[in-house]
């Protein structure tokens, strides 16, 4: 008897009709994660702080979506409390019936050396990508377990940066990032009862709004920080928002099922050596 899985393997990464819940999905992991489910049929709520952008990236998870079935709704709105994150789940449920799987994606940087950084400028990096985090997991975790869900899916966003110290005034970035590394741990292992996963994807430094510093010709400590990254790539180039597709989707589908608490490194090599 061979068993349907080994029969129909792509049938692993199928996640149409899942109710989905991206936050900042106006950026660009986001939307290659937001499109990428699109495709796939899922039921998408796309949420982020700048109307415009997140209006774009709905327009485009409709048009590639819509042979597939996909739905896709918006909200505008950070994870800045529990009631912005309740919302967000909130929605998800009343609209699709429920919310399955949930990708943050929303996350911030603002580098400075410590003897010259403000208390509120490391503040603001912790709160986006710990306390965020926190409230989003919380949010969905209540209507999870509140609602007697079983099974979900939680990818989070590390970093290299999460493992990897940096001399570009990284205090508040590398440490908010080695904070969702146990976050995702410890999520993975409080919720295991309930068959819920929780997983982190850590990149190294992919082309994006966060990265732009590191793209700009004129700003010498940006080109700096990519030439060191790219120094250490084993494979010689730094990722595009195509690379991260592939982990997304199998984090976010019955594929991993038996995957949880891991730190996914999509970083062309870079924690390798
Ligand atoms: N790109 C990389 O090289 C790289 C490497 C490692 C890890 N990551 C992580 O990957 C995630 C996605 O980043 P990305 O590269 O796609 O960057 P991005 O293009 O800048 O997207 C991030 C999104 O987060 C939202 N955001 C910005 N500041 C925020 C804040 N203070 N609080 C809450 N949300 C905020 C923004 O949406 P709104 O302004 O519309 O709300 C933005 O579109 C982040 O957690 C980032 O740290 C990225």
């Known amino acids: 008897m061979i068993s349907e899985p080994l029969k129909n393997p792509l049938s692993l990464f199928d996640v149409s009709g899942k109710s989905a819940l991206i936050t900042g999905a106006s950026g660009a992991l986001s939307r290659a994660v937001a499109i990428s489910l699109a495709s796939l049929g899922a039921k998408l709520t796309l949420a982020a ?6 209006e774009q990236v709905a327009a485009e998870c409709r048009t590639v979506g819509a042979a597939a079935g996909a739905e896709v709704q918006i909200i505008n709105c950070r994870p800045n409390s529990l009631e912005d994150a309740e919302a967000m789940v909130n929605l998800a449920v009343e609209s699709y019936g ?23 400028d490391w503040q603001s990096v912790m709160d986006a990508n710990v306390r965020g985090n926190w409230l989003m997991a919380k949010a969905y975790g209540t209507y999870r377990i509140n609602n007697k869900k079983k099974g979900g899916k ?3 966003v590390s970093s290299v940066r999460g493992r990897h110290g940096n001399i570009s005034g990284y205090t508040g970035y590398c440490s908010s990032k080695g904070a969702t590394v146990m976050l995702t741990r410890v999520l993975a292992t409080e919720w295991g009862q309930h068959q819920i996963n929780v997983n982190s994807i850590a990149p190294t430094v992919f082309r994006s ?42 984090l976010l589908s019955p594929a991993s099922d038996f995957c949880t608490g891991q730190i996914m490194y999509v970083d062309g090599g870079f924690s390798a050596g």
């Open 49 to 54: 702080g700048t109307q415009d952008e997140l």
């Open 98 to 120: 429920d919310l399955e799987l949930m990708f943050i994606g929303s996350g911030y940087n603002k580098a400075g050396f410590i003897h010259e950084q403000s208390l509120e």
């Open 209 to 250: 709004k966060l990265t732009a510093w590191m793209y700009d010709e004129d700003n010498e400590l940006g080109q700096a920080t990519k030439a060191r990254s790219l120094s250490r790539l084993p494979l010689g180039r730094l990722g595009e928002p195509e690379d991260f597709v592939g982990i997304a989707l199998y």
């Open 154 to 156: 939680v990818v989070m």
